[in-house]
């Protein structure tokens, strides 16, 4: 079992930045790669990122591409999300997620362990 714990959300500007963090507990950390997902109100889950369990790869869907910034500390068991350039369509929670798989992929399907969520709200 992994446990993860994300934090960092809250209220921003548009234009503003947030730093989203995920702790984990349980099994070994560094064997897992890691995704971000969110869900807007009345949207399916989507792709945010995704990193190796290494961080030496990382992935990241079109519509967050150059703004924001996935990575992980191994040592800390904690993986971030750095989110930049906030637009209001980036509203949603926000959900870290871990795979079995050493590359993380875009599916949510391919994740077994979740969070419960953080609330990112970006006004215009």
Known sequence: QVQLV?????????GGSLRLSCAASGRTFSNYAMGWFRQAPGKE?????????????TYYADSVKGRF???????????????NSLKPEDTAIYYCAASGRRIGTTRS???????????VTVSS
């Open 109 to 119: 399907l391919d994740y077994n362990y979740w969070g419960q969520g953080t609330q």
């Open 6 to 14: 994300e934090s960092g959300g809250g209220l921003v500007q548009a």
């Open 69 to 83: 910034t996935i990575s992980r500390d191994n040592a800390k068991n904690t993986m971030y999300l750095q989110m």
């Open 45 to 57: 889950r989507e792709f945010v990122a995704a990193i190796s369990s290494s961080g030496g790869w």
